[in-house]
């Protein structure tokens, strides 16, 4: 713990930066933001684009999901 003793305060700088109005969503603003958030957002769109892909396969009656079986 004495490690956080002379631990400069961000609070204010990060209350600068979340209630600026640029147009930016809260979630964005962060310079971390941009290496958490897309791999997030490629696994969530890549996961929904799977499911509606192996959805219309299981409609036409193949249960795989590049062969005809």
Not at 2 to 21: D, I, S
Request: proline letters at 4%.
């Amino acid at each position: 713990m004495a490690g956080f003793v002379n631990r400069e305060n961000r609070v204010p700088h990060y209350q600068r930066l979340f209630q600026r109005h640029d147009g930016v969503r809260q979630w964005w603003k962060t310079p971390r933001s941009k290496y958490m958030l897309i791999p997030y957002q490629f696994m969530l769109w890549g996961g929904f684009a799977g499911s509606m892909f192996m959805m219309t396969r299981m409609l036409l009656g193949h249960k795989t999901w590049f062969s005809k079986n």
